[in-house]
């Protein structure tokens, strides 16, 4: 994960916790429902590429992805952003 304390010493309060993601943790979105364990802010994020991919639809912006069924994104924090794989499984 990135983490930019350049940016968080001017910008941000001190806060006790932040993100629980982890390098390597996979969730399986199941209905559509938010997976256990994903932080909101995240969720909000991907929320839109998931459901597109859900429906069958994929190859966004134009073909930015290898695999039209995936799109690498990243969570909002701007102090310490997360990027999430999230493709169509088996």
Same mark, same amino acid.
């Given at each position: 994960?990135?983490?930019?304390? %350049?940016?968080?010493?001017?910008?941000?309060? +001190?806060?006790?916790?932040?993100?629980?993601?982890?390098? $390597?943790?996979? *969730? @399986?979105?199941?209905?559509?429902?938010?997976?256990?364990?994903?932080? %909101?802010s995240a969720w909000e994020t991907?929320? +839109?590429?998931?459901?597109?991919?859900?429906?069958?639809? $994929?190859?966004? *912006? @134009?073909?930015?992805?290898?695999?039209?069924?995936?799109?690498?994104?990243?969570?909002?924090?701007?102090?310490?952003?997360?990027?999430?794989?999230?493709?169509?499984?088996?």
């Amino acid at each position: 994960m990135a983490c930019y304390s %350049d940016l968080m010493s001017l910008y941000e309060n +001190p806060i006790e916790h932040t993100c629980d993601m982890r390098v $390597g943790q996979t *969730f @399986d979105v199941i209905d559509g429902r938010k997976p256990e364990g994903m932080c %909101d802010s995240a969720w909000e994020t991907l929320l +839109p590429f998931v459901t597109e991919l859900a429906q069958g639809g $994929g190859n966004f *912006f @134009d073909g930015w992805m290898r695999n039209p069924h995936s799109a690498m994104l990243s969570c909002n924090d701007g102090f310490r952003p997360v990027s999430f794989l999230v493709e169509v499984v088996d």
